[in-house]
């Protein structure tokens, strides 16, 4: 079959490793993927935001498999698009990534369903907003509704700080994502991801992992997309893995049916574990980068079997079949990210590493040159091993780190610390 990727990051470079390693694979397109992803596919130019402009290309190219790689084409409806023109695909409807297009909704879902959460409540004025947060004190967190990519959410750990992100998300620092704002309980505890296959109706766990978030070792410093990821999460034990799919996944997805808004593609639960007990943190309606990285390390070519199995309604009868191994992936950054950096430097070293199915350096934000491979964006490469224990997967990733010659780059040094 011909399959067709939207996207340009790491996460649709290991997406487009792992299945084009199927045999089921004919032609693989991504659009517009970057210099890493043209080694394995053909990459096309096309504004993946533009729904007509999507099915148009599908049917001049024979596609007959989409899948949606980040959020923003889910939410402008690229998927209820392709479901009008029968093509079928993976990614939710536009009704369905409310799930993280909008964190009130969510957040009501949860209430609607009973699965746990922080506490929470809504505001459209700066001034209530205020309120709230001085009857209820700091720690708290403050989240503009909308889709912010990432940035839309301080953990505040003073009244002060909590009321200067109230006057930026009211003050317009997110655009219309701030228009309302969403404050909630600061909630302990480790926090782990859980990814999960919905066909609609049945629910299919394909793994778990951790990220960091800090762009400095330690989990110290700013915020980014994610420096660095392991699966699985030793934290999400199966019990508690059990316990979040029976109090608040299938609670979710049975909600979302009942609402006629059933939720089609991988839903990846953003979870906060304290005391034996998960809550939901938030939910993201497609695979995290870098975690799908680590994925797609593990799974391999089943992905595309499981990835089809849920678009075609068909995951009652499907299972993982799981390696009992470990996959490990340090970002490589521009230096500057997560705050402003310089395009263009040159990458070296690429060429002479191992690329198979224990070791791949996924591209995140790289170009061709001149025949030069060069730095594109903020995260630039996911250097991704995998072993028979994390230490393994992780002396085989910085192993590979070691060999690149990139001085304008830097990585944490520690992606793994929590489990090893
Ligand atoms: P989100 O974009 O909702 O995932 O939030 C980004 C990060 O903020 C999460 O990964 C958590 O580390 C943190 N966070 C969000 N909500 C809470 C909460 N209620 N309590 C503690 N930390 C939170
Ligand atoms: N790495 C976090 C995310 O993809 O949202």
Redesign the pocket.
Known sequence: MNILILGSGGREHSLAWAVRQNPKCDRLIVAPGNAGIAAVARCAALDILDPVAVVEFCAAEAVDFVIIGPEAPLAAGVADALAAAGILHFGPSAAAARLEAS?AFTKEICDACGAPT?AWARFATAEAARDYVRTRGA?I?V?ADGLAA?K??V?AMTESEALAAIDDMFGGAFGTAGAEVVI?????GE?ASFFVLCDGQDVLPIGTAQDH?RVGEGDTGP?TGGMGAYSPAPVLTADLATQALNRIVRPTVAEMARRGTPYRGVLYA?L?IHQGQARL??Y?VRFGDPECQVLMMRLGAQALDLMLACAEGRLAGMQVNWADDHALTVVMAARGYPGAVTRGSEIRGLDTLPEDSFRMVFHAGTARQDGRIVASGGRVLNVTARGATLAEARDRAYAMVDAIDWPEGFCRRDIGWRAL
Do not use: S
């Open positions: 964190k922080a720690p967190v989240k990432g839309g959410v953990v909630e309980e600061f909630m302990q926090e978030k915020n953003g906060m943190v938030e993201n």
